[in-house]
């Protein structure tokens, strides 16, 4: 199992700034994982954090707009840049563990963003 | 692109009943698929898991069921509790390649408990 802590739980934004999330796990993990949740919607992905690399980005995300870091295996941080109100969600990091035949992912708590 | 969805948005229970998600699934090649319970203000939280070679899985209170013909998952939960209330998530486990495994979630169910 895994304990995901990210900072901060929630902010209010204004158009133009960036904003940057950060997540810390309590053990060492190979991927990190950053979604993105908007409001009554499900968790959509947008890109995988590995440790010493640089992320992999999903369709319809870039690195411009939500550069990742990833300096060690325990924390990484996304960054919502140059926001506009079309970015307010909430955005979550995650983990996953995978064995013989199965992938267990845990969740940090997200941080709600509001942009006006 | 492949996805999963679900059928109903929204589910109203009353305290001690039954209550059954419903999940849909198009890619036939998916060989996982988890349910996640995500309670107000808090990140997903694994419930129960199925292998594409298991047609039901039962933990505590909840049951899992995968129908491979029509593609068809859902996720029953006995004596519902109003702790159980919560928006209820099916995710696809894809395999990218190699251990890279990535999930892809369904639109999600509210279910609502009314005590």
């Given at each position: 199992?895994?304990?995901?802590?990210?900072?901060?739980?929630?902010?209010?934004?204004?158009?133009?700034?960036?904003?940057?999330i950060?997540c810390?796990?309590?053990?060492?993990?190979?991927?990190m994982f950053w979604y993105r949740?908007?409001?009554?919607?499900?968790?959509?992905l947008i890109a995988t954090a590995?440790?010493?690399?640089?992320a992999?980005?999903?369709?319809?995300?870039?690195?411009?707009?939500f550069?990742i870091?990833?300096?060690?295996?325990?924390?990484s941080?996304l960054?919502?840049?140059?926001?506009?109100?079309?970015?307010?969600?909430?955005y979550l990091c995650s983990?996953?563990?995978?064995?013989?035949?199965?992938?267990?992912?845990?969740?940090?708590?997200?941080?709600?963003?509001?942009?006006? | 692109?492949?996805?999963?969805?679900?059928?109903?948005?929204?589910?109203?229970?009353?305290?001690?009943?039954?209550?059954?998600?419903?999940?849909?699934?198009?890619?036939?090649?998916?060989?996982?698929?988890?349910?996640?319970?995500?309670?107000?203000?808090?990140?997903?939280?694994?419930?129960?898991?199925?292998?594409?070679?298991?047609?039901?899985?039962?933990?505590?209170?909840?049951?899992?069921?995968?129908?491979?013909?029509?593609?068809?998952?859902?996720?029953?939960?006995?004596?519902?509790?109003?702790?159980?209330?919560?928006?209820?998530?099916?995710?696809?486990?894809?395999?990218?390649?190699?251990?890279?495994?990535?999930?892809?979630?369904?639109?999600?169910?509210?279910?609502?408990?009314?005590?």
């Open positions: 199992s895994a304990v995901i802590s990210q900072k901060p739980s929630r902010d209010i934004c204004q158009r133009g700034t960036s904003l940057t950060q810390q796990v309590d053990s060492q993990v190979t991927m949740q908007q409001p009554g919607q499900s968790l959509t590995n440790q010493g690399s640089e992999t980005y999903e369709s319809g995300f870039v690195i411009d707009k550069p870091s990833r300096p060690n295996l325990t924390f941080t960054t919502v840049s140059n926001m506009s109100p079309e970015d307010s969600s909430i983990v996953e563990f995978w064995a013989a035949w199965n992938t267990e992912a845990f969740f940090g708590q997200g941080t709600r963003l509001t942009v006006v | 692109g492949e996805s999963v969805g679900l059928h109903l948005p929204t589910l109203s229970v009353q305290e001690g009943d039954n209550s059954i998600i419903n999940c849909a699934y198009s890619n036939s090649a998916s060989d996982y698929f988890i349910w996640y319970k995500q309670e107000s203000g808090k990140g997903p939280q694994f419930i129960i898991d199925i292998r594409s070679n298991m047609d039901k899985r039962q933990g505590q209170r909840v049951t899992v069921l995968l129908n491979k013909t029509v593609k068809h998952l859902s996720l029953q939960i006995a004596a519902t509790q109003p702790g159980d209330s919560a928006v209820y998530f099916c995710a696809e486990n894809q395999n990218s390649g190699g251990s890279n495994y990535k999930l892809t979630f369904g639109k999600g169910t509210l279910l609502t408990v009314n005590p």
